[in-house]
C-alpha cells in the first residue's frame, strides 16, 4: 500500500469531529438499547425486525452509502431463512483499498430481572458507564462503525474515496446460522481488503487491545440413561445406578484434579502471554474470596491458549419437584473451549471418545445438538494490522497490547474462507468489566469514546492509501 495524493487531512480535525459527535452517538445507542432484539424463536421477532431498521436508519443518515439494505439468507440444510442483517455499501473510488465493517445488533436474553440493578433494556448511566442489555455486546460496535464514519465524512466530505462495506448481523448470539450463506450470497457486495470485527475487547478500560487469537469451540448435549423408567429409591437404591449417580461420575472424569482438561486428543498452544496477576483474575471474574483458580501455567496461557470444558445446562428432576426417586436419565449441554490451532471437529472427536471410554456402569450415552467453531490466530505481519496499532495508540493516547481471547468467534472461519486476501482486524469496545451475557453488562464510556477516535484515524488514514497496481 502507499500513499496517494489528496488533500491533506487534520487528524486534530477527526479527532474534535469524534467528541462533537459522541453525545448524539450515545443518544443513538440508547436507542438501540431499548429494542430487545433477541434471535431466539422463544422472543418477540418483530424487535429484531425493528432492531435492523434501526441500524439501517442509523447507516443512511451517514450519508456516504451507495446502498442500505435489509437482507435475509437461507439457513442450508432447512427450509427457514436467517434473522434480518443490515448491508450497506459504498464503492471505493480512484483506486482507494475497500474496508469490511462488521457488528451484530440481535443480544442475548437479559436472564433474571432481578439480578439486574436498573432494567436490562432500559439505558442507564452511573459511574462513567452506560448499563442495559446489549450495550456493549455489540450495539457499541454498530455505534463505533456508525460515528466513526461521521466524523470522517463531516471532515473529508467530498474527497472520501475509501470503499466501505457494513455488514450488521442479526443472530450472531443464537450461532449464526446464515452466516456462510450471507455471504456467498452477497460476496462481491462484501469484498474488501480489510475486515473489522468488532466483537472483542480490550486490555482494560484505558489500553486498546488487538486480538489476535481466539479459541475455538465445540458444544453439545449429552443424553445419559440408566433405566427405562423411575424406580424407588428406597427399594432399588445401592443396587440400580440412577442417571444422576452415572452423569456426576462420568463428569468428573473431563477434569484433573486441579481443574485442567484431562481429554486425550484435546490439545494446547505454546505462546508467551503477558503478565496477568491472580489479583486481576479475582476482580475481573468475580471470584469469591476462598475460591481459587484453576489449571496450571500463566494465568492468562490458561483462557487463550489452553482448552476448557463446562457444563452449562442440566436437565433433572427441579429441586422443588425432588422425590425419592432413582432418575432413569439426565441431560446436560457441554461448552468446551478449543486451544488455537486445533480444529473444533477434531476437540469434539475428542470429547465424544473420552465420554464414551468412561462412561459408568454401562450407561447408555446419546450425543445431539453438536455445535462447532474453529479458533483463529491473526497474521500480524500485514499493513492493515500495523495501520491498526497505530490508529489504536493515537486513539486511546496509550500503545495496544496484542490479545488472546478465551472465547471464540466462529464465523471468521467463514471469513477467512470467502476472503482470503482480505487482512482481519479483531477489535472492540469492551473491557473486562463489561460484563457481556451477563446481568449488568455495560459499556465504558470512555473506551467507548477512544474506539470511535480510533476507528476515524483509521478509516481517514486508509483514505489516503492507494492499491499497487
Do not use: C
Not at 106 to 113: F, T
Not at 156 to 176: N, P, Q, T, V, W
Amino acid at each position: 500500500m502507499t500513499s496517494a495524493e489528496i488533500p491533506p487531512v487534520s487528524e486534530p480535525d477527526i479527532l474534535e469531529a469524534v467528541a462533537t459527535g459522541n453525545p448524539a452517538a450515545l443518544s443513538d445507542l440508547g436507542h438501540l438499547v431499548r429494542i430487545p432484539g433477541m434471535a431466539w424463536p422463544a422472543f418477540d421477532q418483530t424487535q429484531l425486525e425493528r432492531s435492523a431498521e434501526a441500524v439501517a436508519a442509523l447507516a443512511t443518515s451517514t450519508g456516504v452509502f451507495d446502498e442500505v439494505r435489509i437482507l435475509r439468507a437461507d439457513i442450508p440444510g432447512t427450509d427457514e431463512q436467517g434473522q434480518p442483517a443490515v448491508l450497506a455499501t459504498r464503492a471505493a473510488r480512484n483506486g482507494r483499498p475497500t474496508i469490511l465493517l462488521y457488528a451484530h445488533h440481535d443480544v442475548q436474553p437479559p436472564g433474571d430481572d432481578a439480578l439486574w440493578e436498573t432494567p436490562p433494556f432500559e439505558p442507564t448511566v452511573r459511574d462513567g458507564r452506560l448499563y442495559g442489555r446489549g450495550a456493549a455486546d455489540d450495539k457499541a460496535g454498530i455505534m463505533a462503525h456508525i460515528a466513526s464514519i461521521r466524523a470522517v465524512a463531516d471532515v473529508i466530505g467530498d474527497d472520501l474515496d475509501l470503499g466501505i462495506a457494513m455488514f450488521i448481523e442479526g443472530e450472531e448470539e443464537y450461532g449464526s446460522r446464515s452466516f456462510a450463506q450471507f455471504l456467498s450470497d452477497n460476496k462481491e457486495a462484501l469484498r474488501a481488503d480489510a475486515i473489522v470485527v468488532a466483537d472483542s475487547g480490550n486490555w482494560d478500560s484505558t489500553t486498546p487491545g488487538l486480538t489476535v487469537s481466539l479459541r475455538g469451540n465445540a458444544r453439545f448435549t449429552m443424553r445419559v440413561r440408566t433405566l427405562d423408567h423411575a424406580s424407588h429409591s428406597g427399594m432399588f437404591g445401592g443396587a440400580v445406578p440412577d442417571a444422576m449417580m452415572a452423569t456426576v461420575t462420568l463428569l468428573s472424569t473431563l477434569w484433573n484434579a486441579d481443574g485442567s482438561v484431562a481429554v486425550d486428543g484435546m490439545t494446547e498452544r505454546d505462546a508467551a502471554t503477558p503478565e496477568y496477576t491472580e489479583e486481576t483474575l479475582r476482580d475481573e471474574a468475580g471470584l469469591l474470596p476462598g475460591t481459587t483458580p484453576i489449571g496450571g501455567g500463566t494465568i492468562l496461557s490458561r483462557i487463550w491458549n489452553k482448552p476448557s470444558v463446562t457444563v452449562i445446562g442440566i436437565d433433572a428432576t427441579s429441586v422443588a419437584a425432588a422425590s425419592n426417586t432413582l432418575l432413569p436419565e439426565a441431560t446436560v449441554v457441554i461448552s468446551a473451549r478449543v486451544a488455537p490451532g486445533q480444529s473444533g471437529q477434531e476437540a469434539y472427536e475428542a470429547l465424544e471418545r473420552h465420554l464414551r471410554a468412561h462412561a459408568p456402569f454401562g450407561a447408555e450415552l446419546t450425543f445431539s445438538d453438536v455445535d462447532l467453531g474453529n479458533g483463529f490466530l491473526v497474521d500480524t505481519s500485514g499493513w492493515a494490522v500495523a495501520l491498526t496499532r497505530d490508529a489504536m495508540r493515537d486513539g486511546y493516547g496509550v500503545p495496544p497490547v496484542d490479545l488472546g481471547v478465551g472465547g471464540s468467534i466462529p464465523f471468521i472461519a467463514d471469513l477467512v474462507r470467502e476472503f482470503p486476501e482480505a487482512q482481519i482486524l479483531v477489535t472492540g469496545v469492551e473491557d473486562p468489566h463489561s460484563r457481556a451475557h451477563s446481568p449488568n453488562e455495560s459499556l465504558h464510556l470512555d473506551t467507548f469514546r477512544n474506539a470511535v477516535a480510533t476507528e476515524a484515524l483509521l478509516l481517514a488514514r486508509m483514505n489516503a492509501l492507494t492499491l499497487p497496481q
